[in-house]
């Protein structure tokens, strides 16, 4: 394995901020390499990067084993390489619900707010401010309304989305609560998702993953 695993990133990409907070969670030192994926940048298009990643999406993981793409699979394979911080809980039961709720936002909920359907509702659609806005919130809120259920029920002190110590599900979580709030979606529904995001935010590992603009 290389000295230094380099995170292919851009600062807002919700899926590369899931795998920061999981690096930062397991104590993993890595290099961050950014692609900005701003228009008229684009930087996930050019020729290089698609010789790297030919889906031409952030994130992407090489730690010189493996080098791989999709939050997701590099959450998986981190689970498997760097056993040492478990994010996953230790039993089946537990495994498969907390896949499942990670799943319901990696799938359900961010792909149809991601950064290609925004230009494309905006753009080639020509939805308005308040059109996209209307788009953008019903399916976070419909997404939150199932995790906040299986969180209400799974989470043991209201501190983290599964039991009483991070998993993926909170990885998964928390970028989604940012995007929602990024957009002003309300959130008075989700007292529980809520709560969990805010004492997530607390934590070193999720505060030093939280999106900064390099240009700001």
Sequence with gaps: MSASPKLYDYWRSSAAYRVRIALNLKGIDYESVPVSLKPGDDEQLSEAYRELNPQGLVPFYD???????????????LEEAHSDVPLLPDDERGTAAV?????????????????????YLKGTLGLDDD????????????????AEAFAAEHSSDGRFVYGDSPTHADCCLVPQAYNARRFD??????????GIVDACNELAAFKDAYPVDPDA
């Design 185 to 194: 979606v309300p959130l008075d529904d989700f007292p529980t998702l809520v």
């Design 131 to 146: 059109q996209f806005g209307a788009w953008y919130a019903h399916w976070i809120l419909e997404g939150f309304r199932s």
């Design 63 to 77: 730690d010189g084993v493996v080098a791989t793409s999709q939050s997701i699979a590099i959450l998986e394979y």
């Design 99 to 119: 896949r499942s709720f990670c799943l319901g936002i990696a799938c359900d909920i961010h792909p149809l707010n991601n950064l290609r359907v925004i230009k």
